[in-house]
Antibody
């Protein structure tokens, strides 16, 4: 069965950096886009970033653009999120999510069929 | 950016009864709408995509409908495990956006 396991979360000071990892199993990792989605404590869901199957295409929410970098290693069935210049508002549970691509009338778009259990990132002094 | 508005924020329903959850988009998203269920302390789970197609393993009591700007998730005969939070998500336009959620609680 599909399994996604995040790691790397923790407490970091504002302005600090953190690298999240996600290990995937139970499916052909290289055939799927992957996404990071976050959820602040007691709040709703926010799309953060996606990466294409090859890793050559990425996109970011405006709130993290220029500070976060998504990447993947298909040989290791792993997804990563490098987070720099962290702010208090980045505090959230970060989910690694398998992504389904849909061809809409204008652009490819995505919904999310399998989610990891998440890893908590806390940004506080 | 498309704003997704879910109503009500909290829905009180008795076990065995039907729940009707609404999701409204600020502009048309065609049928590019998904619904997710989130239990306390767990990750969201995909219920519905394409506005009305149930995801793998989702019971038939979950039914999605609608298109354009107005969508509905209907849960017939609520079971104990259904009293949790539900989110809608549009994937017709960038940036992708989620609704604020509806919590279904026991009446």
């Amino acid at each position: 069965q599909v399994q996604l396991e995040e790691s790397g979360g923790g407490l970091v000071k504002p302005g600090g950096s953190l690298r999240l990892s996600c290990g995937a199993s139970g499916f052909t990792f290289s055939e799927y886009y992957m996404t990071w989605i976050r959820q602040a404590p007691g709040k709703g869901l926010e799309w953060v970033s996606y990466v294409s199957t090859s890793g050559t295409s990425t996109n970011y929410a405006d709130s993290v653009k220029g500070r976060f970098t998504i990447s993947r290693d298909n040989a290791k069935n792993s997804l990563y999120l490098e987070m720099d210049s962290l702010r208090a508002e980045d505090t959230a549970v970060y989910y690694c999510v398998r992504t389904m691509v849909v061809l809409t009338a204008t652009l490819p778009s995505y919904y999310f069929d399998y989610w990891g259990q998440g890893t908590l990132v806390t940004v506080s002094s | 950016e498309i704003v997704m508005t879910q109503s009500p924020a909290t829905l009180s329903v008795s076990p065995g009864e039907r729940a009707t959850l609404s999701c409204r988009a600020s502009q048309s998203v065609s049928s590019n709408l998904a619904w997710y269920q989130q239990k306390p302390g767990q990750a969201p789970r995909l219920l519905i995509y394409g506005a009305s197609t149930r995801a793998t393993g989702i019971p038939a009591r979950f039914r999605g409908s609608g298109s354009g700007t107005q969508f509905t998730l209907t849960i017939s005969s609520l079971q104990s495990e259904d009293f949790v939070v539900y989110y809608c998500q549009q994937y017709n336009n960038w940036p992708l956006s989620f609704g604020g959620g509806t919590k279904v609680e026991i009446k």
